[in-house]
T-cell receptor, first 111, second 117 residues
Framework: GESVGLHLPTLSVQEGDNSIINCAYS??????FIWYKQESGKGPQFIID?????DKRQGQRVTVLLNKTVKHLSLQIAATQPGDSAVYFC??????????FGGGTRVLVKP | GAVVSQHPSRVICKSGTSVKIECRSL??????MFWYRQFPKQSLMLMAT?????????EQGVEKDKFLINHASLTLSTLTVTSAHPEDSSFYIC?????????????FGSGTQLSVL
């Protein structure tokens, strides 16, 4: 969905714990989803992607879950590290092969 | 992954002047590039799709005469903010796909922070 408001939801997590970031997407016809990480003043960095014919995909320390029934996407980060502190965005591949971004979640890792 | 270079990273200009931002695909050819704008603490909003050799496609609400896009080659797209005003101050980010490398995901430039005084 589109981002509104002047602040991002924030997830505070203790170093070493697991993080779960959630995202609701808007277009039931979207067939491809991506999670990006954005650090302050930088462009988004690819983390992991998933196609609509899958419900789970794992990467290095990250797992993406897709629930098409409720149009929900989540990103799980295992053993969260200080370097994981950033803003995380989900994105859906919408009509016209364009990427639409969700509102973002700020992750703060506490030492 | 594929590399997208964006320049300049930061620009400060006076109101009424024009600013050009360059986006280059360094190790692949990009027939299509995308330009996004991001305001503080907000998400990325797609402004336009830049097509090599043809006119850009603008999203609803984006003024094509104000945000001029030129995609003259397979490795370069430029965004010119014409007659910039303080409300145009934002973080502008370009992106591209590298489908011929089997890459469906978008690769992003490092962004340009525009501040209009």
């Amino acid at each position: 969905g589109e981002s509104v408001g002047l602040h991002l939801p924030t997830l505070s997590v203790q170093e070493g714990d697991n993080s779960i970031i959630n995202c609701a997407y808007s277009n039931s016809a979207s067939d491809y989803f991506i999670w990006y990480k954005q650090e302050s003043g930088k462009g988004p960095q690819f983390i992991i992607d998933i196609r609509s014919n899958m419900d789970k995909r794992q990467g290095q320390r990250v797992t993406v879950l897709l629930n098409k029934t409720v149009k929900h996407l989540s990103l799980q980060i295992a053993a969260t590290q200080p370097g994981d502190s950033a803003v995380y965005f989900c994105a859906e591949n919408a009509a016209g092969n364009k990427l639409t971004f969700g509102g973002g979640t700020r992750v703060l890792v506490k030492p | 992954g594929a590399v997208v270079s964006q320049h300049p990273s930061r620009v400060i200009c006076k109101s009424g002047t024009s600013v050009k931002i360059e986006c280059r695909s360094l190790d692949f050819q990009a027939t299509t590039m995308f330009w996004y704008r991001q305001f503080p603490k907000q998400s990325l909003m797609l402004m336009a799709t830049s097509n090599e050799g043809s006119k850009a496609t603008y999203e609803q609400g984006v003024e094509k005469d104000k945000f001029l896009i030129n995609h003259a080659s397979l490795t370069l797209s430029t965004l010119t903010v014409t007659s910039a005003h303080p409300e145009d101050s934002s973080f502008y980010i370009c992106s591209a796909r590298a489908p011929h490398r089997g890459e469906e995901k978008l690769f992003f430039g490092s962004g340009t922070q525009l501040s209009v005084l």
